[in-house]
């Protein structure tokens, strides 16, 4: 089983930054697929960005060139760098992880984007 613990999120001004954290309880090498979710209120939990184990990402189209997720293996811990926020980036982030065929999730991190 994997916990992941989620920081870094709060109240930031359009055109501001956010740096999130995701702790993992395990090795995140021996983690198949990390990822960052979102979910704004009335809509669906959707993927922003994701990092295999072999440094592969993904970055949804909304948040090309503005996001960029990163990896501290010596610390188990993922990071989502959001620059040039905007309010409709606005909603609930969950860390997300695949280990041995089987997703985890955080307990998510609020982040409002004021215009």
């Known amino acids: 089983q994997v916990q992941l613990v989620e920081s870094g999120g709060g109240l930031v001004q359009a055109g501001g930054s956010l740096r999130l954290s995701c702790a993992a309880s395990e090795s995140i090498s021996s983690i198949d697929v990390m990822g960052w979710y979102r979910q704004a209120p009335g809509r669906q939990r959707e993927l922003v960005v994701s990092i295999t184990s072999s440094g592969n990402t993904y970055y949804a189209d909304s948040v090309k060139g503005r996001f960029t997720i990163s990896r501290d293996s010596a610390k188990n811990t993922n990071y989502l760098q959001m620059n040039s926020l905007k309010p409709e980036d606005t909603a609930v982030y969950y860390c997300?992880?695949?280990?041995?065929?089987?997703?985890?999730w955080g307990q998510g991190t609020q982040v409002t984007v004021s215009s």
């Open positions: 997300n992880a695949r280990y041995l065929h089987t997703y985890y």
